[in-house]
């Protein structure tokens, strides 16, 4: 099984800032990574795929980077909706997800 | 739009089978450009997919649990199944239905790009 390393698991920011979150493969992967965002009781939604391809319809200010074992998920300027759970996931080998990363209030 | 929506019993009995459908409105199971599969969150394992299945019957099963699940589709109700047997307490989860969009040219399963809005299942007596 290939393990999905997320960090941090919880970060506290304010509106405005600049969010970076760091997502590690046991082994390479390539560029097959999906980033997905989760509020509370809704299902995960796909932010990001192939590492760096914007989903349709979701904001600019979220852009995805990295190949191989490394990866990141950066948010510009952190807006009052963007409050949520952060979940990478890899599609080359089988499906697995990151534990996921908490973006709060600071 | 296209939209999924589980169902299936809110409680199961430890030892018996749970059995979830996703009803998909909007467009066809049959489609040859996405498999549609089954993810569960849990607090103790966060998320882990389940298995996927493809129009033409191609189905993966997580290698972990392949023993206990069977996926299948039902083409004309626009519908695909999950059965997980032999259910315990830690089968307790969020299960979620999904469709996933093949990612390249040998037509492989990639990454979730619709989800339905999830169902819990608790395994309790």
């Known amino acids: 099984d290939i393990q999905m390393t997320q960090s941090p698991s919880t970060l506290s920011a304010s509106v405005g800032d600049r969010v970076a979150i760091t997502c590690r493969a046991s082994q390479s992967i390539d560029t097959w990574l999906a980033w997905y965002q989760q509020k509370p009781g809704k299902a995960p939604k796909l932010l990001i795929y192939k590492a760096s391809s914007l989903e349709s319809g979701v904001p600019s200010r979220f852009s995805g980077g990295g190949s191989g074992t490394e990866f990141t998920l950066t948010i510009s300027s952190l807006q009052p909706d963007d409050f949520a759970i952060y979940y990478c996931q890899q599609y080359y080998n089988y499906w697995t997800f990151g534990q996921g990363t908490k973006v709060d209030v600071k | 739009q296209l939209q999924l929506q589980e169902s299936g019993p809110g409680l199961v009995k430890p030892s018996e089978a749970l059995s979830l459908t996703c009803t998909v409105s909007g467009g066809s199971i049959s489609s040859t450009t996405y498999y549609w599969g089954w993810i569960r969150q849990s607090p103790w394992k966060g998320l882990e997919w389940l298995a996927n299945?493809?129009?033409?019957?191609?189905?993966y099963y997580n290698l972990s649990l392949k023993s206990r699940l069977t996926i299948f589709a039902d083409t004309s109700k626009n519908q695909f199944s999950l059965r997980l047997s032999s259910v315990t307490a830690a089968d307790t989860a969020v299960y979620y239905c999904?469709?996933?969009?093949?990612?390249?040219?040998?037509?492989?399963?990639?990454?979730?790009?619709?989800w339905g809005r999830g169902t819990l299942v608790t395994v309790s007596s």
């Open positions: 999904a469709r996933q969009v093949l990612y390249d040219n040998s037509g492989s399963p990639g990454y979730f790009d619709l």
């Open positions: 299945i493809y129009y033409s019957g191609r189905t």
